[in-house]
T-cell receptor, first 115, second 113 residues
Framework: DAGITQSPRHKVTETGTPVTLRCHQT?????MYWYRQDPGHGLRLIHY???????DKGEVSDGYSVSRSKTEDFLLTLESATSSQTSVYFC??????????????FGEGSWLTVV | AQSVTQLGSHVSVSEGALVLLRCNYS??????LFWYVQYPNQGLQLLLK??????LVKGINGFEAEFKKSETSFHLTKPSAHMSDAAEYFC???????????FGTGTRLTIIP
């Protein structure tokens, strides 16, 4: 158990509406990530955070924004959802400090359908 | 820059046969390499990782992988496939253990009874 909770787990929304996905951690880790998973593409990084109010873009950040106002929560917002954003979204965190190197652990995913 | 190529989007093996899933990486600095497994409608679970210690890495569920620098490969193997191994497997690289993971496109493993 990585101590990550994603909400909502499933959502259907209409094109043009805003959507926010929430990722909550219980272990106070610094690095958190949002990935999307699509067939044939594997997982692609959308945005990541390295601390409160510290975020950076990944490889597929267009159309997405993030916020991290406190350590435990990392929010992903689709300002105006499009059908191309229909996907499975995974939150992840990095547990660091052990001698074998940092490892990224994943939440259970949020299935988003934009109609 | 870092990238991963997984050869074969679908692999089928008979129950009891050898499992071999291929992964080649590209990294400008010494890489950290990972294999994750994903069962249907679930998140990704770490199978094993290479972080510049032993080149042969053993993971959970009987899987292992060997880091070969000369071949820039990190193939995943299991001597005897079990029905419960049916899942999608992802190889990933982190250049020098930096903060970002880059994933391959995945290999779906099917086990034939």
């Amino acid at each position: 158990d990585a101590g990550i909770t994603q909400s909502p787990r499933h959502k259907v929304t209409e094109t043009g509406t805003p959507v926010t996905l929430r990722c909550h951690q219980t272990e106070n880790h610094r690095y958190m990530y949002w990935y999307r998973q699509d067939p044939g593409h594997g997982l692609r990084l959308i945005h990541y955070s390295y601390g409160v109010k510290d975020t950076d873009k990944g490889e597929v950040s267009d159309g997405y924004s993030v916020s991290r106002s406190k350590t435990e929560d990392f929010l992903l917002t689709l300002e105006s959802a499009t059908s191309s954003q229909t996907s499975v979204y995974f939150c992840a965190l990095r547990r660091g400090g052990d001698i074998t190197g940092n490892t990224i652990y994943f939440g259970e995913g949020s299935w988003l359908t934009v109609v | 820059a870092q990238s991963v190529t997984q050869l074969g989007s679908h692999v089928s093996v008979s129950e009891g046969a050898l499992v071999l899933l291929r992964c080649n990486y590209s990294s400008s600095v010494p890489p950290y390499l990972f294999w994750y497994v994903q069962y249907p409608n679930q998140g990704l679970q770490l199978l094993l990782k290479y972080t510049s210690a032993a080149t042969l890495v053993k993971g959970i569920n009987g899987f292992e992988a060997e880091f070969k620098k000369s071949e820039t490969s990190f193939h995943l193997t299991k001597p005897s496939a079990h029905m419960s191994d049916a899942a999608e497997y992802f190889c990933a690289v982190s250049a020098g253990g930096n903060e970002k993971l880059t994933f391959g496109t995945g290999t779906r493993l099917t086990i034939i009874p």
